[in-house]
C-alpha cells in the first residue's frame, strides 16, 4: 500500500462514529489505515497508558484492518513517523465531543470498550458502580451483554440495549420503603387505583429519576424499556421486550435459560412470549414472590399471551 490515512484524535475513547470513519478511509482502495492519539495535558490522560492503549486495542478488535500506533505529541510527529514509508499521507483529525460517552449518555462504542470501561472503572462506570453491590453489578452486566447481542442478532440498534442492561436495577438495592412512598407520590397515574405492585417492581419507576437527575439520560427507548423490566406492559417496544427477557434469562441466573437465551437470539417476539409465560407460571406458583395483580402486568399478559 502506498497510501495511509491517519485518524488522529486526542482522547483514548473509540467510538463507532469513529471506527465508521476508518472503515470509509479503508474503502477508497489501497490504503491502510492507523488510529492515533496524541499525548496532551488534559485531565483525561491521568489515565494510564497501558489503560488508554487497551481501550483502543478493545474497540479496534473486530476490525483487523484498522491498526494503532504508539501516542504521539503532536500531528507533525505523527506525519513525520510515516514519512517516506507512503507516498501519500493523509491526516483525518477528530473533534469530537465525547462527554456524552464519558458521562454514560450515549453508549455508541463497541461492546468490547464497555466491557473494559466497566470492568476497569472508568468514566461513568466509575459513578456507576456505586449504586450496585458486587452481584448485582455483575448482573447488570450480563444483561447488558446479552441485551447488545439479542438486538445485534435481531438487526436492532445493540447499544440502546446495552445501554438500557446497564442501567436497568440501578436504584435496585435503595431501600423498599423509602422508594415505595417516592414512586407512588410521583406516579399517581398508574397507582391512583391503590394498585398492588411488589416491593421489587418500584425500582422500574424509581431509576428513571435516577437516571435524569444522576446521568441526565434523555433517550425514551431506554427509559421507557427499564419503566417496565420487572412487570412488563401492554404495547411494549423490541428494546423492552428484550430487556424484560434478558433480565430473566442472563446466564447467571439459578435455572437453564439457554433455550430461552438462543430463542430470543433468533426472534425476539417469539422468544420474548416464551419468556413471558414462563414468568406468568413461575410468579403464579410462587405467591410469595409478590401480587401479580396490577395493571402493568395483567396488560403485559393479555397484550402478549
Request: charged share 25%.
Amino acid at each position: 500500500m502506498n497510501k495511509i490515512t491517519l485518524i488522529v484524535s486526542t482522547f483514548p475513547l473509540i467510538t463507532n462514529l469513529d471506527i465508521q470513519l476508518g472503515l470509509e478511509e479503508l474503502n477508497k482502495g489501497d490504503r491502510k489505515v492507523v488510529y492515533i492519539v496524541l499525548k496532551g495535558d488534559n485531565k483525561d490522560n491521568l489515565i494510564p497508558l497501558e489503560t488508554r492503549r487497551l481501550i483502543l486495542m478493545k474497540g479496534l478488535f473486530p476490525y483487523i484492518n484498522l491498526e494503532y500506533n504508539q501516542l504521539v505529541s503532536s500531528i507533525e510527529e505523527a506525519k513525520a513517523y510515516y514519512q517516506g514509508k507512503y507516498e501519500e499521507i493523509e491526516i483525518r483529525e477528530i473533534k469530537r465531543d465525547y462527554s456524552p460517552y464519558l458521562e454514560g449518555r450515549d453508549f455508541h462504542f463497541p461492546i468490547q470498550v464497555f466491557l473494559t470501561l466497566v470492568n476497569e472503572n472508568l468514566y461513568f462506570a466509575a459513578k456507576a458502580r456505586k449504586f450496585y453491590s458486587y452481584a448485582r453489578y455483575q448482573h447488570v452486566i450480563r444483561v447488558a451483554t446479552l441485551s447488545y447481542n439479542i438486538c445485534l442478532n435481531n438487526n436492532l440498534d445493540p447499544c440502546l440495549g446495552m445501554m438500557a442492561g446497564y442501567y436497568h436495577d440501578i436504584t435496585r438495592s435503595a431501600s423498599s420503603k423509602n422508594q415505595k412512598l417516592r414512586v407512588e407520590e410521583k406516579y399517581r397515574d398508574i397507582f391512583y387505583n391503590n394498585e398492588k405492585f411488589p416491593l421489587w417492581a418500584y425500582h422500574q419507576f424509581s431509576a428513571l429519576e435516577v437516571l435524569d437527575r444522576k446521568f441526565h439520560i434523555e433517550d425514551k427507548i431506554v427509559l421507557d424499556a427499564i419503566k417496565c423490566h420487572t412487570t412488563g406492559d401492554k404495547n411494549m417496544s423490541p428494546y423492552a421486550q428484550i430487556l424484560y427477557a434478558a433480565d430473566k434469562i442472563e446466564p447467571g441466573r439459578k435455572w437453564h435459560s439457554e433455550e430461552f437465551i438462543k430463542m430470543m437470539m433468533t426472534d425476539y417476539k417469539s422468544g420474548f412470549k416464551a419468556v413471558l409465560k414462563a414468568n406468568k407460571e413461575f410468579l403464579e406458583e410462587h405467591s410469595d414472590k409478590g401480587s401479580i395483580n396490577n395493571k402493568m402486568t395483567l396488560d403485559c399478559f393479555n397484550c402478549y399471551l
